[in-house]
């Protein structure tokens, strides 16, 4: 794929946003080519957006490009098809609704933010949350003001800007409705000790679940698992010590990493976690090292990501969240334009994009809850976890991307009629694995057009076994019903 770095907009405080910043990732200010236009990535903190956004992009997409909108698998939105010359519009568009990058107060001055800079401050922008954080009933912490000082952190410091697009950080709150399967390299989570919550953290890796237990032993085991304890906790720190932590942890990184090192993993490749701790005991005035008790440590509360979808009640009594999914996480202006409104007639201005590629609609009082799910479905949303097309993901494809083997999504489209009840599939055009940073329960890797090799998860690395190879959707139908049924599956 080419780059195509753009100008920020007039309209904008970032006036000269033009210098290249070296990556492949899109990104507001980088838009990068594809085969069907060009992609705009749109950063959300913790995956929110105003309705008033949501209609901003909505309106670009149309204006300034094919009106496609994805949600990703990180809880941001991307605009496709951006239009040759158009790169420049869209961004200003975009920046004039809020959602470009933003200095913390008593950091660096939005006025004197040079154009690299402002690319960077946008790209860093990666820490994932629950979509129902501060709401979900079962959370041990809100933690949404945390999230706001992590993201303010990592745009103001201008060190940062060295991160890869890529590094990613995640804070679990202990959240029923929360994504735990994409290994980031930062993870933090609640959890519950005798005289209050503190987090725990780890590397490279996901906080350990009794679901990913076995994935957690075979990464300890791992000949690329240089030090036996990454995939386990670390250590516990108090919420007010989470930020220090974090600062520290990522300075570390680039004190220690070798230049071409991009994420934490690779730092571990060369660095024991024990070196890497006494390093950023350096940068904190606490006590940092590893604590041994905390080596088995599982999170408690089991996720459950049906609930992303139907209405579920949240913390504040008498209030909802009521969520749908979009087919293949794709979303058209009218959608969005369609979803802005609902929020501002039934909600509160807002929502959330999740991280399987749906939308929440947070606040929604129990007597609003079947007008919204009626129109959510009027939309085009699903709601209920039945339905075969909330358990189907797919890449770009061939429409979209030219290193793709095979249409994905219509595909998956074709899939869905016969998707055995239960079973989760992401189609893939090559094995880049863009739609999915987790290893799905069965991957089709597209090996021609309309034909697919068949994997099965398991605890290995990549999508697990080859269990059939050259099959077409009707064979890999037939094939996923006998799986389902098979004991191994049970
Ligand atoms: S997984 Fe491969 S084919 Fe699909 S969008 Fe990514 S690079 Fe393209």
Same mark, same amino acid.
């Given at each position: 794929m080419s780059v195509l770095n753009h100008a920020a907009s007039s309209a904008a405080s970032f006036t000269a946003a033009r210098a290249p910043r070296p990556s492949a990732c899109p990104g507001l200010l980088r838009i990068v080519a594809a085969r069907d236009g060009g992609i705009c990535r749109i950063k959300l903190p913790g995956g929110a957006l105003s309705a008033a956004q949501a209609a901003a992009i909505a309106e670009a997409s149309q204006r300034h490009a094919t009106g496609v909108i994805e949600v990703t698998n990180r809880a941001n939105l991307q605009v496709r !098809?951006?239009?040759? !010359?158009q790169e420049a519009a869209l961004i200003a568009a975009l920046v004039s609704a809020g959602l470009g990058p933003a200095p913390a107060s008593g950091g660096v001055d939005a006025a004197t933010w040079s154009a690299s800079a402002v690319s960077a401050a946008d790209d860093v922008r990666n820490v994932m949350i629950s979509p129902a954080a501060g709401r979900d009933p079962f959370a041990l912490y809100d933690t949404t003001s945390l999230t706001a000082e992590l993201l303010a952190l990592l745009q103001s410091e201008t060190r940062f800007a060295a991160l890869s697009p890529k590094f990613a950080l995640l804070l679990d709150g202990g959240e029923r409705l929360a994504r735990l399967d994409h290994p980031h390299d930062v993870w933090l989570a609640a959890t519950q000790a005798h005289d209050g919550v503190r987090f725990v953290f780890g590397l490279a890796g996901c906080p350990p679940t009794a679901a990913n237990a076995a994935a957690v032993h075979v990464a300890r085991a791992s000949e690329f698992a240089t030090d036996a304890s990454r995939a386990s906790a670390l250590a516990a720190v108090l919420p007010s010590q989470v930020v220090q932590l974090v600062r520290a942890l990522l300075h570390t990184f680039l004190d220690l990493a070798a230049a071409d090192a991009t994420r934490i993993r690779h730092l571990l490749a060369t660095h024991s976690v024990g070196a890497v701790l006494q390093h950023a005991q350096t940068y904190v005035d606490f006590p940092l090292s590893r604590d041994a008790s905390l080596a088995d440590w599982q999170r408690g509360a089991p996720a459950d990501a049906a609930l992303r979808l139907g209405a579920h009640a949240q913390r504040v009594v008498g209030t909802w969240h009521v969520g749908g999914h979009p087919p293949l996480g794709r979303l058209d202006a009218a959608t969005l334009h369609g979803l802005a409104a609902l929020a501002r007639q039934q909600g509160n201005g807002t929502m959330r994009m999740t991280p399987w590629q749906s939308v929440l609609l947070p606040d929604i009082t129990a007597d609003a809850v079947p007008a919204v799910l009626a129109e959510l479905n009027a939309l085009g949303l699903a709601c209920d976890p039945a339905q075969p097309i909330t358990r189907l993901i797919a890449c770009a494809g061939s429409t979209g991307c030219a290193k793709s083997l095979a249409d994905t999504k219509a595909d998956a489209l074709q899939l869905a009629a016969r998707l055995p009840d239960g079973v989760d599939v992401h189609l893939s055009g090559c094995p880049r694995s863009c739609a999915a940073a987790h290893c799905a329960p069965y991957t089709l890797l597209a090996v021609a057009p309309g034909t697919y090799d068949l994997y099965r998860r398991d605890t290995s690395a990549d999508f697990g076994e080859c269990v059939a190879h050259q099959l077409t959707i009707e064979q890999a139908a037939d094939m996923l019903e006998q799986l389902a049924r098979s004991p191994l599956d049970a």
């Amino acid at each position: 794929m080419s780059v195509l770095n753009h100008a920020a907009s007039s309209a904008a405080s970032f006036t000269a946003a033009r210098a290249p910043r070296p990556s492949a990732c899109p990104g507001l200010l980088r838009i990068v080519a594809a085969r069907d236009g060009g992609i705009c990535r749109i950063k959300l903190p913790g995956g929110a957006l105003s309705a008033a956004q949501a209609a901003a992009i909505a309106e670009a997409s149309q204006r300034h490009a094919t009106g496609v909108i994805e949600v990703t698998n990180r809880a941001n939105l991307q605009v496709r !098809g951006v239009r040759d !010359g158009q790169e420049a519009a869209l961004i200003a568009a975009l920046v004039s609704a809020g959602l470009g990058p933003a200095p913390a107060s008593g950091g660096v001055d939005a006025a004197t933010w040079s154009a690299s800079a402002v690319s960077a401050a946008d790209d860093v922008r990666n820490v994932m949350i629950s979509p129902a954080a501060g709401r979900d009933p079962f959370a041990l912490y809100d933690t949404t003001s945390l999230t706001a000082e992590l993201l303010a952190l990592l745009q103001s410091e201008t060190r940062f800007a060295a991160l890869s697009p890529k590094f990613a950080l995640l804070l679990d709150g202990g959240e029923r409705l929360a994504r735990l399967d994409h290994p980031h390299d930062v993870w933090l989570a609640a959890t519950q000790a005798h005289d209050g919550v503190r987090f725990v953290f780890g590397l490279a890796g996901c906080p350990p679940t009794a679901a990913n237990a076995a994935a957690v032993h075979v990464a300890r085991a791992s000949e690329f698992a240089t030090d036996a304890s990454r995939a386990s906790a670390l250590a516990a720190v108090l919420p007010s010590q989470v930020v220090q932590l974090v600062r520290a942890l990522l300075h570390t990184f680039l004190d220690l990493a070798a230049a071409d090192a991009t994420r934490i993993r690779h730092l571990l490749a060369t660095h024991s976690v024990g070196a890497v701790l006494q390093h950023a005991q350096t940068y904190v005035d606490f006590p940092l090292s590893r604590d041994a008790s905390l080596a088995d440590w599982q999170r408690g509360a089991p996720a459950d990501a049906a609930l992303r979808l139907g209405a579920h009640a949240q913390r504040v009594v008498g209030t909802w969240h009521v969520g749908g999914h979009p087919p293949l996480g794709r979303l058209d202006a009218a959608t969005l334009h369609g979803l802005a409104a609902l929020a501002r007639q039934q909600g509160n201005g807002t929502m959330r994009m999740t991280p399987w590629q749906s939308v929440l609609l947070p606040d929604i009082t129990a007597d609003a809850v079947p007008a919204v799910l009626a129109e959510l479905n009027a939309l085009g949303l699903a709601c209920d976890p039945a339905q075969p097309i909330t358990r189907l993901i797919a890449c770009a494809g061939s429409t979209g991307c030219a290193k793709s083997l095979a249409d994905t999504k219509a595909d998956a489209l074709q899939l869905a009629a016969r998707l055995p009840d239960g079973v989760d599939v992401h189609l893939s055009g090559c094995p880049r694995s863009c739609a999915a940073a987790h290893c799905a329960p069965y991957t089709l890797l597209a090996v021609a057009p309309g034909t697919y090799d068949l994997y099965r998860r398991d605890t290995s690395a990549d999508f697990g076994e080859c269990v059939a190879h050259q099959l077409t959707i009707e064979q890999a139908a037939d094939m996923l019903e006998q799986l389902a049924r098979s004991p191994l599956d049970a």
